[in-house]
């Protein structure tokens, strides 16, 4: 039956609700006889006018649209329609009686105006109610507790009063001046009473209905919701649903500079400083191109106009986009851009680009250096990091290649992790590589040693800014740790500075600064977003920070040399060092054992030579001087 009447076409239900509405007219109207009348009721009176008023009724209906409202949609749209019908109404019955010889009184007339608008709304009511049971009883009914008894909750109880499928059942509220309280009929309870009433009432969802909460806040309740089974829907606020207020209002993207706490080099005359010339007209390859580093890369040299710019890299995501971002600067310029999808522990991959392209610069940021995953995959960081760095290192040297400079990270310093080890192994090569070039063509190699980059891919700082979204904790590995940091632009333009001033076999060191506490840096993430940090201090503060532990291999602080013998150089804020290097005899009996121990598979052999190649690693030492940089 309720199938068959959901179905009918629209002009045919209207016309049954105006047929209801007209077969109300003589039911009033004998109600207002039998209350106004002395005598009773006067039938004779009634016929004279009944079929007249029974074609008005109908005319008026349509004319007014009267089927068409219910108190489901536009209460007050259908309470005025219905009042103008019934107002008609009587004034029809009016005019019908003074046209007749037997005229019904004015007090008759006047209260069958009032009982047919009062009698409209409540047969409206009936019907709703009645129309919503018959729906209710063919459909499985969704019970949900709406968070939050303010403004935005009470609207959303009101609008899913009738819904057909969603019945609010009750509060929760974290005030606790409405607990107790009904509101909109419904009981205000607390929210540490939401598991039980989750049981009780066989609640199926919590709407989150507090949009003036800070985004982090609802996570975590929505977080600790979903902890107990509960399905969570978050509802907006309605300058967020209009769009005139971001749904992470308070998460901006923040600027790494300020995390510093030092000054940094602007690079106001990147493109234009002192030894540009080493890459201007020149042929330069990247590889990791696609990279934080290796893209940043890109963008400089190019303003230092070489004549082709290679990007090497083997991500096809990556590759295509900095190749994309970086085509439209050049087509209206002489540089080449050409974009090599490859891998540099593949010889055929790097002979190939270094010949066809005629490679005269090579800038060697392709890495592994994410430490956690490195030290569960040693046998990949080995390949790409150490062996990578050997097998462009040899064909670059045999393609003549002027200048080639490897981009190294502070862990390679007695590292007590596979990727700082694997560091280590790439500057032993290309240590090896300066020191037995007796070629008259005056190839450089050289390697420039820095700590982390703000903002890069698996950096602290970004992985802090994606906590925060879900709302927290920021994880912390231990209260003491501290990193050395730079931008990544600071970071590569002194690496372009530091290249062009390479004369072999340096060690180059940037100034970093002081090591920045990754707990004052996790503080100041959470205050720059407007929000507080949740401590013992502030128990009802925004946002934790959870102390996990030091990872595998993972030191408090990191180093920047071996010794403190570093030089000045015209630049402030660069440094070089020569460190103590392997013959080129050592340096092939490490690559020829560590290709064995790959083809093997056999990860506790690759550990067991770095150990024996890498100064440090294997000894744990849990708080490490920092090497001091001179003041500049």
Same mark, same amino acid.
């Given at each position: ?21 007209? #077969? ?62 019934? #107002? ?455 946002i934790a920070i959870e102390v996990t532990g030091l990872r595998p291999g993972e030191k408090l602080t990191e180093e920047l040399t071996l010794n403190t013998a570093l030089v000045p150089t015209p630049h402030k804020k660069i440094f070089f060092t020569f460190e103590q290097h392997l013959s080129e005899i050592e340096v092939a009996s490490a690559m020829r054992s560590l290709r064995v121990a790959l083809a093997n598979g056999d990860d506790s052999a690759i550990r067991t030579i770095a150990a024996r190649w890498v100064e440090g690693y294997g000894t744990q030492d849990p708080a490490p001087c920092a090497t001091a940089i001179p003041a500049s």
């Open positions: 039956m309720l199938s068959g009447l959901t179905s009918l076409p629209r002009l045919h239900k209207r016309s049954i609700l105006a047929g209801f509405d007209a #077969a109300l007219v003589p039911v009033v109207m004998l109600f207002a006889m039998g209350l106004t009348s002395a005598t009773g009721y006067d039938v004779r009176r009634l016929i004279v006018v009944l079929p007249y008023l029974l074609i008005a009724a109908g005319a008026v209906s349509f004319w007014l649209n009267v089927s068409c409202g219910t108190l489901g949609d536009d209460f007050a749209d259908t309470v005025a329609r219905t009042a103008i019908f019934a #107002a008609l109404l009587m004034v029809a019955s009016m005019a019908l009686s003074a046209v007749s010889r037997d005229a019904l009184a004015l007090n008759t007339q006047i209260t069958f105006g009032i009982a047919l608008f009062v009698a409209s709304i409540l047969s409206r009511v009936i019907l709703l109610q009645i129309v919503l049971w018959l729906y209710r009883r063919n459909e499985t009914r969704c019970r949900v507790l709406i968070y939050g008894a303010g403004a935005t909750g009470m609207q959303l109880a009101s609008a899913l009063r009738n819904h057909k499928v969603i019945e609010a059942v009750a509060f929760v509220d974290d005030n606790q001046a409405l607990h107790g309280l009904r509101v909109l009929r419904m009981p205000v309870h607390s929210p540490v009473h939401i598991a039980d009433l989750a049981a009780d009432k066989q609640i199926d969802r919590v709407l989150l209905a507090i949009p003036s909460q800070s985004h982090p806040k609802q996570m975590q309740i929505a977080r600790r919701l979903q902890d107990m089974g509960l399905e969570v829907q978050t509802l907006p606020s309605f300058s967020q649903l209009i769009g005139e207020e971001a749904l992470v209002e308070k998460l901006k993207p923040l600027n790494p500079r300020r995390f510093l706490g030092r000054d940094e080099v602007t690079g106001v005359d990147r493109g234009t400083f002192e030894g540009a010339q080493a890459y201007a007209g020149r042929t330069v390859l990247i590889t990791g191109a696609g990279g934080s580093i290796g893209s940043e890369l890109c963008r400089q040299v190019l303003e230092c106009q070489p004549a082709k710019l290679v990007l090497f890299d083997h991500s096809e995501l990556t590759l295509y986009q900095i190749h994309r971002e970086l085509d439209p600067v050049v087509r209206d310029s002489k540089i080449e851009l050409v974009p090599i999808l490859g891998c540099v522990t593949k010889p055929v991959d790097i002979a190939r680009a270094l010949e066809r392209h005629n490679v005269q610069v090579v800038l060697h940021a392709a890495a592994y250096k994410h430490v956690p995953l490195v030290e569960e995959n040693p046998s990949s960081g080995m390949s790409n990091n150490a062996l990578g760095t050997h097998t462009l290192a040899s064909l670059a040297a045999k393609a003549g290649v002027e200048r080639f400079i490897l981009i190294s990270s502070d862990k390679a310093v007695r590292p007590t992790n596979v990727m700082g080890a694997s560091k280590r192994l790439a500057e032993l090569i290309v240590q090896d590589h300066a020191h037995r070039i007796t070629t008259p063509r005056g190839q450089i190699f050289s390697t420039v040693r820095f700590g982390n980059v703000l903002g890069s891919s698996g950096s602290v700082v970004p992985l802090y800014q994606e906590q925060l979204r879900r709302g927290g904790p920021l994880t912390l590995t231990h209260p003491d740790v501290a990193r050395y940091f730079m931008t990544v632009q600071e970071a590569v333009h002194l690496v372009l500075r530091a290249g062009s001033m390479a004369q072999g076999g340096e060690v180059f060191v940037l100034d970093m600064g002081k090591p920045v506490r990754i707990e004052h840096l996790a503080r100041q993430v959470i205050e720059s977003a407007g929000l507080t940090v949740r401590d013992a201090q502030n128990p009802e503060g925004d």
